[in-house]
């Protein structure tokens, strides 16, 4: 895979997950990082750096971008949350418009 087909996404801790661009896109806020005009680091670089979003809950999130990206082509399988990490993982949704 080219280094331009993924996206590094980095927690408040400095853990990195490295997703491909497509799963990333699931995410408005992350499509509006790496896609306006105006040379954001964010686009230039492939990495997106987020200071309030702890790891545990990042991997979560990494995790349903790729569900996502299987039920939009047809794939319907459940996608299980934990329930301690409920109002974490629904903050962070509605920061990145998920």
């Known amino acids: 895979m080219k280094k331009e ?10 853990m990195e997950f490295v997703i491909d661009k ?5 995410s408005q806020t992350i ?6 005009p105006g040379g954001f680091a964010e686009a ?12 545990v809950i990042l991997e979560k999130i ?11 082509r ?3 399988t459940e996608f299980h949350i934990e ?3 409920t109002l974490e993982l629904m903050m962070a949704a509605n920061y990145l418009h998920t």
């Open 83 to 85: 329930p301690e990490l």
């Open 5 to 14: 087909d993924t996206v590094k996404l980095i927690s408040a801790e400095g």
């Open 62 to 72: 990494c995790q349903y971008f790729y569900w996502s990206l299987q039920y939009s």
């Open 31 to 36: 499509r509006n990082m790496l896609t306006s």
């Open 22 to 26: 497509e799963a990333a896109m699931v």
């Open 44 to 55: 230039e670089h492939g990495e997106v750096t987020f200071p309030e979003i702890s790891s």
């Open 74 to 76: 047809g794939k319907e």
